[in-house]
């Protein structure tokens, strides 16, 4: 029986920005209005946006004694995680399984992994904790930016006159300013170089991102009988019965077999191995559920890619009853509203990471963050299932990373790290944005505005990561990643990074260069 259409709330964000759009022109008053007219305030750093990464960044300022403020041009809190309810949270850990992840995010990831923060209640407790004291004003729309040159020809952001949701102009001056949105909110409105993306690497003509993913919620699922039946069978029957995987008494992960039976009702969706989460009570969430060629810029992209989620929920939930012990009488639960964004364009940083960077284990003077985790291409149209490209064992972000080129006081958080669309199937894993943004946040602290961050020479960095290391437990220097690519030459380099050579299957049969 065809499921009934899921209604769901229209989906808003404030401004549409187009990829080719051209830098805003410094504001010029018209009909005697001046936008000195409007209320104005002055703050150290502004969050555009209110992804979990960019807080840390917010939350970190603000502790060191800046004034911070975000501004969400979502009408709802909490983006990835509140609205999208992507309540996976994906580890870092190193070759050896040492966990990766430091930091105030540190707590979450503890939270979730001992079962303690998993649904969404918690998480909303969480990252209110994260925001105490930091005024946000949601649903604004940027109206117009205000930018200057600096005596170096770097541009500036001077200002930003935006509209309330409730329709009144203000007018906000900052010394920062962060992009913390899914979709370049800030920084696709600039002059900002966009990189090549997957839509090259698939040999696509129309730009394309990652998959989003549409969490599927259940309930009245007996996940002890779950867990139970699982592993009662021999390796050889769980990869005849699910093609194979893994099922804990917290996680079910793979078992691609039984999702590979599935058929979606619309090609635009795909049901991959499974991540699911028991949050406790028979509440599971998964992350499985793809929809492609979904354009985070476009709110009718988005509303669409909700709509084709919800509707297939059903079907699959059915599937899942007929195949997994324990699930007999499973139940839906609570649609989201909104869409995992996974990617959207990549800007040029003053350093893009590459796969060779992630590779070879590089650690940079100015590390803000140690990475790791697989170099993990989810699926788009063009490959359903995705790719993964090589797993590094960890790796440096550099401060560089997420400084907008070009631009003196843009900085790039979370999915808008400086990263080549190869790399970034690594880079954008939540520990390794959230690490570095707090990081930016203490350094913009200790700088208090004295000193612009792109001037920081490697002994005042030196400092600032010893003072990260004493007052919060975050190590940037003395680690040591394993190079992977040692030995290889140029050209070989250059066809990893490009995407030529992938890394898992070329390392089988790679020969060595003979020694002259």
Same mark, same amino acid.
């Given at each position: 029986m065809e499921p009934e259409a899921v209604s769901t709330p229209a989906i808003t964000h404030s401004d549409t920005p187009i990829v080719s759009e051209s830098p805003t022109a410094p504001v010029v008053a018209t009909n005697n209005e001046s936008i000195n007219t409007y209320p104005s305030e002055?703050?150290? %750093?502004?969050?555009?946006?209110?992804?979990?990464?960019?807080?840390?960044?917010?939350?970190?300022?603000?502790? +060191?004694?800046?004034?911070?403020?975000? *501004?969400?041009?979502?009408?709802?809190?909490?983006?990835?995680?509140?609205?999208?309810?992507?309540?996976?949270?994906?580890?870092?850990?190193?070759?050896?399984? $040492?966990? *990766? %992840?430091?930091?105030?995010?540190?707590?979450?990831?503890?939270?979730?992994?001992?079962?303690?923060?998993?649904?969404?209640?918690?998480?909303?407790?969480?990252?209110?904790?994260?925001?105490?004291? #930091?005024?946000?004003?949601?649903?604004?729309?940027?109206?117009?930016?205000?930018?200057?040159?600096? =005596?170096?020809?770097?541009?500036?952001?001077?200002? #930003?006159?935006?509209?309330?949701?409730?329709?009144?102009?203000k007018k906000i001056t900052a010394s920062y300013w962060v992009d913390n949105s899914d979709y370049a909110a800030l920084i696709s409105r600039l002059d900002a170089k966009r990189l090549p993306g997957l839509e090259k690497f698939y040999g696509q003509k129309e730009i394309e991102y990652m998959s989003a993913g549409m969490m599927m919620k259940f309930?009245?699922?007996?996940?002890?009988?779950?867990?139970?039946?699982?592993? *009662? @069978?021999? =390796?050889?029957?769980?990869?005849?019965?699910?093609?194979?995987?893994?099922?804990?008494?917290?996680?079910?992960?793979?078992?691609?077999?039984?999702?590979?039976?599935? $058929?979606?009702?619309?090609?635009?969706?795909?049901?991959?191995?499974l991540n699911a989460v028991h949050q406790r009570d028979g509440e599971v969430l998964i992350n499985a559920l793809l929809v492609y060629t979904v354009d985070p810029s476009k709110p009718e992209s988005i509303q669409e890619a909700v709509n084709l989620g919800n509707k297939e929920t059903p079907l699959i939930l059915n599937h899942f009853r007929k195949t997994l012990p324990g699930w007999e009488h499973a139940e839906l639960g609570e649609f989201p509203t909104y869409p995992y964004v996974r990617e959207y364009n990549h800007y040029e940083m003053d350093y893009v990471l590459k796969p060779s960077d992630l590779l070879s284990g590089t650690m940079f003077w100015d590390n803000v963050s140690i990475g790791g985790y697989p170099l993990d291409l989810q699926g788009t149209s063009a490959n359903k299932w995705g790719i993964e490209m090589g797993r590094p064992d960890k790796y440096g972000m550099p401060l560089r990373s997420f400084l907008l080129k070009n631009y003196d006081n843009v900085i790039a958080a979370g999915k808008n790290v400086g990263s080549s669309a190869?790399?970034?199937?690594?880079?954008? #894993?939540? =520990?390794?944005?959230?690490?570095?943004? +707090?990081?930016?946040?203490?350094? *913009?602290?200790?700088? $208090?505005?004295?000193?612009?961050?792109?001037?920081?020479?490697?002994? +005042?960095?030196?400092?600032?990561?010893?003072?990260?290391?004493? $007052?919060?437990?975050?190590? @940037?220097?003395?680690?040591?990643?394993?190079?992977?690519?040692?030995?290889?030459?140029?050209?070989?380099?250059?066809?990893?990074?490009?995407?030529?050579?992938?890394? =898992?299957?070329y390392i089988k049969t790679r020969k060595k260069p003979a020694i002259k």
């Open positions: 002055h703050i150290d %750093v502004v969050v555009i946006g209110s992804e979990l990464e960019g807080l840390y960044l917010a939350r970190a300022a603000a502790d +060191e004694g800046l004034k911070v403020k975000v *501004l969400d041009p979502h009408k709802a809190f909490g983006g990835q995680i509140l609205q999208s309810q992507m309540l996976f949270l994906d580890e870092t850990r190193d070759d050896q399984g $040492h966990l *990766l %992840v430091q930091g105030r995010v540190k707590e979450l990831f503890d939270g979730f992994r001992n079962a303690k923060i998993r649904k969404l209640p918690e998480f909303t407790t969480y990252m209110n904790k994260l925001m105490k004291d #930091i005024p946000i004003e949601s649903g604004i729309v940027i109206n117009e930016i205000e930018q200057t040159n600096t =005596p170096d020809h770097m541009h500036k952001i001077a200002s #930003i006159v935006y509209s309330t949701e409730q329709n009144e102009k309930k009245n699922v007996d996940w002890k009988k779950f867990n139970t039946a699982f592993n *009662l @069978l021999k =390796p050889e029957e769980k990869s005849k019965q699910f093609g194979g995987g893994y099922v804990s008494d917290s996680f079910a992960i793979g078992l691609s077999g039984m999702t590979k039976a599935y $058929h979606p009702s619309n090609d635009r969706v795909f049901l991959r191995g190869i790399a970034y199937g690594s880079t954008r #894993i939540q =520990p390794n944005t959230s690490l570095a943004a +707090e990081s930016i946040g203490v350094i *913009l602290g200790q700088l $208090h505005g004295k000193q612009k961050l792109r001037e920081i020479k490697p002994d +005042e960095m030196a400092k600032l990561q010893q003072y990260l290391a004493h $007052h919060y437990q975050i190590k @940037l220097t003395g680690v040591v990643g394993t190079n992977k690519i040692t030995g290889w030459n140029e050209e070989e380099i250059r066809k990893l990074d490009s995407g030529e050579i992938t890394y =898992p299957s």
